[in-house]
């Protein structure tokens, strides 16, 4: 199993910054992604970020250029910046890994983060 613990949410206003981390622990194989995805009022999940453990990055349009994430063997963070109104949501973090034949996924509680504008 992995168990993962977001922190780093909160309320900030439009224009501002935070930075998420996302601790993983448990049993992590070598290679896997580890990302994070938001939760808007109303909306569905959608990605935000990933990089996986080779340092392939990939984001969501809407995350170009203002956000930016890294990691640190089974650390992950995301440094958001230039903050706007629509990026508040429950964000959650995600990792991805091979057990044998099957893919699994794993997903944090999820941190709540508020723009005000």
């Known amino acids: 199993q992995v168990q993962l613990v977001e922190s780093g949410g909160g309320l900030v206003q439009a224009g501002g910054s935070l930075r998420l981390s996302c601790a993983a622990s448990?049993?992590?194989?070598?290679?896997?992604?580890m990302g994070w995805y938001r939760q808007a009022p109303g909306k569905q999940r959608e990605l935000v970020a990933l990089?996986?453990?080779?340092?392939s990055i990939n984001y969501a349009d809407s995350a170009k250029g203002r956000f930016t994430i890294s990691r640190d063997k089974n650390t992950v963070y995301l440094q958001m910046s230039s903050l706007k109104p629509e990026d508040t949501g429950v964000y959650y973090c995600?990792?991805?890994?091979?057990?044998?034949?099957?893919?699994?996924?794993?997903w944090g509680k999820g941190t709540l983060v508020t723009v005000s504008s």
């Open positions: 448990g049993s992590i194989f070598g290679i896997n992604v």
């Open positions: 990089i996986n453990s080779g340092g």
């Open positions: 995600n990792l991805e890994q091979w057990s044998g034949s099957s893919l699994r996924n794993y």
